[in-house]
């Protein structure tokens, strides 16, 4: 099994901007993206950060062509994300995406205790168009679509839990509806909520999310390719409090 995420290169671009690279070659780039930076532009956020428009001036520097999307996250979730290099890069790995063959790992920080303390979450979602949220609806709607992910307890923290979600399906901010269908709220969470915010008296200016592992088979030569981002330094900070705090 190829490892190479343990590697610590960092790219510094212009404007003072650090890419965090931890894995590149001909084919692709994986980078752990920091929270408060977008995967891809997005119109309704012109100007906005990207880690898109900060690869491709980091390839131009390097006379290689743009990169090519893969995947995203959300702008508040911090963690792995893959960009292809060539076309022929994105396509294979857009595929092993589509077809569920990529791992994808969260860790997230939860209101409450799930129990029982592992299983798995389905649910029929479908996206509104004007508030740009997900939403619940019955397994016969024709718009909607199957949301499936398997979560495990790692450690309970008093009135949060810190949990792991591996993602079955990928559908656009499926951990965060999926956790509050069943009063899990993400601490930081502002748009997946239910009730006054006194239910959620956790401070934490973002939605407690991080992805956390990433496996896929490489396009060229098929090996194995695996790679951990451990817990940013603002996701620790606030498991060391919530522990002070539960002990």
């Known amino acids: 099994m190829d490892r190479p995420g343990t590697a610590k290169r960092r790219a510094t671009l212009g ?8 894995y590149e ?17 997005l119109e309704r956020r012109e100007g906005a950060r990207s880690v898109f428009e900060d690869l491709k001036a980091y390839l131009k520097t390097r006379r290689k ?4 999307v893969v995947h995203r996250i959300d702008r508040d979730t911090s963690g792995l994300v893959v960009f292809a290099k060539t076309a022929a890069s994105q396509a294979q790995l857009k595929e092993q995406f589509k077809r569920h063959r990529a791992e994808r790992v969260y860790r997230a920080l939860v209101y409450g ?3 029982p303390a592992s299983g798995t979450w389905r649910d029929r979602l479908v996206w509104d168009t004007k508030a740009l949220i997900q939403k619940e609806t019955h397994p016969r709607d024709p718009r909607g679509k199957d949301a499936i992910c398997h ?17 079955v399906t990928g559908r656009r901010n499926q951990i965060r509806i999926q956790a509050r269908l069943r009063g899990h709220t993400l601490v930081g969470e502002q ?22 592992r990433l496996t ?5 030569d098929g090996r194995e390719l695996r790679f951990e981002a451990p817990l940013p330094d603002d996701m620790n900070r606030l498991v060391a409090q919530l522990r002070r705090s539960h002990g």
């Open 191 to 212: 748009r997946y909520t239910y009730g006054p915010d006194t239910l959620r008296p956790i401070a934490f200016p973002r939605q407690a999310l991080h992805a956390f």
């Open 113 to 115: 205790q799930p129990n």
């Open 65 to 68: 062509p743009r990169p090519f």
């Open 15 to 22: 404007d003072e901007r650090d890419l965090p690279i931890l």
């Open 25 to 41: 070659d001909d084919a692709l780039i994986v980078l752990n993206k920091p929270a408060g930076v977008l995967a891809v532009p």
């Open 216 to 220: 896929f088979l490489h396009p060229a």
């Open 151 to 167: 979560y495990r307890l790692v450690e309970p923290l008093g009135r949060a839990s810190l949990i792991e979600v591996t993602l």
